[in-house]
Nanobody, 124 residues
Framework: QVQLVESGGGLVQVGGSVRVSCSAS????????MGWFRQAPGKERAFVGA????????YYADSVKGRFTISRDNANNTVYLQMNSLKPEDTAVYYC?????????????????WGQGTQVTVSS
């Protein structure tokens, strides 16, 4: 059974930075892509970005492009979401998710496994 556990997040000021981590277990981590999603209060869950199996390819939603960076450490079964230049509209619960493919995918239905989520609140 694949398990994903997020950590990090919290309260950060506008313009600040925070890194969220996701530790994976239950299958060969380096065989699969990973993704990040977020859900703001009163809104649907939305794609943030994804990274392929090797870390050599990433893809981001337009709303975070140039501010957020996804990376992975296959030796430690961990994927990271580095968030810079944070805005109040970035406030959300952030979820890591794992599809059953090695390449980047954006559709939420393609992600089979989900973490419990971690709150990031950007205050002004």
């Amino acid at each position: 059974q694949v398990q994903l556990v997020e950590s990090g997040g919290g309260l950060v000021q506008v313009g600040g930075s925070v890194r969220v981590s996701c530790s994976a277990s239950g299958r060969t981590f380096s065989d699969y892509a990973m993704g990040w999603f977020r859900q703001a209060p009163g809104k649907e869950r939305a794609f943030v970005g994804a990274i392929n199996w090797s870390g050599g390819r990433t893809y981001y939603a337009d709303s975070v492009k140039g501010r957020f960076t996804i990376s992975r450490d296959n030796a430690n079964n961990t994927v990271y979401l580095q968030m810079n230049s944070l805005k109040p509209e970035d406030t959300a619960v952030y979820y890591c998710a794992a599809p059953s493919v090695s390449y980047v995918v954006t559709g939420m239905s393609l992600y089979k496994y989900w973490g419990q989520g971690t709150q990031v609140t950007v205050s002004s």
